[in-house]
């Protein structure tokens, strides 16, 4: 069969979506919990109760071990896993990675997920370290794209393909990976090799690796991110475009005594109070926890019931339209994510594209918010602006209004715009009263423009001591401009 995604919600570049599998439809964002055939610290058949309506294993794990090989083959996949929701296997590129070689060829392990019963199928592809040579990056790419069209000439039954997209770090790799892939057409498209990105903390390199790669994309395909677990980044992530994750972190950093929130991760054996209100932490004292004979379960359970909570509240943002306000929230947790959300903001071109032109209230949530899309689209949309006459720019009702032909409001980041919008979207919007420079940097330059854009006008802007900023002075040069301090109304 043929994927079916369908995207019911939008926000930014991310979307509420569904996906339709053989065995069932999957509500996008999500996180695939990672099974181990071999050790399953939670059972999958307990799955369900965390909210989890898809997994991923490890069809290469289950191939070369007999036993689990035969139950597999003989009874199907959900069985051998006691899982009756859609199931998505991975197919050995990790181990390739961590190794070097595996004891398959893409034909092979693409015809045992076929047999087995899996619902989404990955190809053998190549994942390219993200420091390697550009040329090294190249020929693994097109080795990459050359097996990934073989698999898809193979798969003939129900079996969902993905098309992993490669390049390392190199921005028209990843964008040219992409857009090849997306015309041989696969059902799902994984971002692969960025782990190590993540696990140096490289963020701000990896929201270039999603941003080039979805620009090579059909925008209304299914992204899986491949190996981003941590509930920190779901947010970054989902607003760039991803879909669904999956998770190995839950049981590992659980193996590790490591408990996860939102805002990062802490060494169980160093909590004195336990942050959360699941089910295990209601249930256990920090020091209950630690001593507990099972304490590995159980911050495996606890890690899971974190991971998606944060899913829930994603979506929501996505719902009530304010998924960029949860991002900068989440991106000031760690000094390398709030790099990361300032990288994100070098693409506001593109996001603006993607973005809802009508949504809820914006919330500025510091200097990152004068960049966000809606501050661009505003930039754009100037030229539809026609001012004649005399024209006030103030910051607030007064007396004055009535001699004037025009009255503006002067709003950071937005700039000038005709009071009769105030109340529209975006301009709608909670601002700080003392704007920073950011705000007032990007509120004159929208302004220098609406003027620059009708010159047969004449602007007076009644200024006050806190909209103070150096672009004042170019504002104050232009001939049909005049600035009056406000001390003087």
Excluded at 34 to 61: C, D, H, W
Excluded at 416 to 431: C, D, K, M, T
Excluded at 474 to 485: A, G, Q, R, W, Y
Aim: a negative charge; aromatic letters at 10%.
């Amino acid at each position: 069969m043929s994927s079916q995604f369908d995207i019911i919600h939008k926000d930014a570049a991310g979307r509420i979506g569904k996906l339709t599998t053989p065995h069932g439809v999957v509500e996008t964002p999500t996180v695939m919990p990672v099974i181990n055939p071999n050790i399953q610290t939670v059972k999958p058949s307990e799955m369900r109760e965390f909210g989890a309506e898809i997994l991923i294993t490890n069809s290469y794990i289950i191939y070369r071990k007999d036993e689990l090989r035969e139950k597999a083959l003989k009874d199907g996949l959900h069985a051998l896993l006691d899982f009756d929701g859609p199931l998505m296997t991975d197919s050995g590129s990790f181990q390739l990675s961590v190794y070097g070689e595996v004891e398959v060829t893409n034909e092979m392990i693409i015809n045992f997920q076929q047999k087995i019963g899996t619902d989404i199928g990955v190809p053998l592809d190549i994942p390219t370290h993200p420091d390697v040579s550009y040329e090294k990056a190249k020929e693994d790419m097109d080795i990459t794209i050359q097996r990934l069209k073989e698999a898809r000439e193979l798969v003939k039954g129900d079996m969902l393909l993905a098309g992993p997209v490669q390049g390392a770090i190199y921005k028209d790799l990843r964008e040219e990976c992409a857009r090849e892939l997306s015309e041989v057409g696969f059902d799902v498209y994984p971002f692969g090799a960025v782990v190590p990105l993540m696990e140096s903390y490289r963020y701000a390199d990896l929201v270039d690796v999603i941003a080039s790669a979805k620009k090579g994309l059909d925008p209304t395909a299914p992204v899986h991110l491949f190996g981003a677990g941590h509930p920190m980044m779901f947010a970054l992530a989902v607003a760039l475009g991803c879909d669904l994750f999956d998770s190995a972190a839950y049981a590992l950093y659980a193996k590790d005594r490591r408990y996860i929130t939102s805002r990062g991760t802490y060494h169980v054996d160093q909590l004195k109070y336990l942050p959360c209100s699941c089910p295990v932490c209601l249930a256990h004292t920090a020091e209950e926890l630690k001593k507990a004979h099972n304490c590995t379960e159980l911050l495996a359970r606890h890690n899971l019931y974190v991971t998606f909570e944060e899913v829930r509240e994603v979506k929501q943002a996505i719902w009530e339209g304010n998924l960029l306000e949860l991002v900068e929230q989440r991106c000031r947790a760690h000094p390398r994510m709030l790099e990361a959300l300032k990288q994100m903001y070098t693409y506001s071109p593109w996001l603006e594209q993607c973005d809802p032109s009508s949504k809820s209230t914006l919330f500025y949530c510091g200097p990152e918010s004068a960049r966000r899309p809606e501050v661009l689209r505003f930039n754009r949309q100037l030229e539809r602006f026609t001012i004649e006459g005399s024209a006030l720019i103030r910051a607030y009702p007064t007396k004055r209004d009535s001699d004037y032909d025009n009255v503006l409001i002067f709003k950071p980041p937005f700039g000038s715009y005709p009071q009769e919008l105030a109340e529209v979207y975006p301009f709608n919007a909670e601002v700080v009263r003392t704007p920073d420079y950011e705000s007032l940097e990007s509120a004159y330059e929208n302004t220098i423009r609406l003027v620059e854009l009708n010159p047969k006008a004449t602007f007076t802007f009644l200024m006050q001591d806190k909209l103070e900023h150096p672009l004042v002075e170019k504002l104050e040069k232009m001939d049909n401009f005049t600035v009056i301090s406000s001390q003087k109304e």
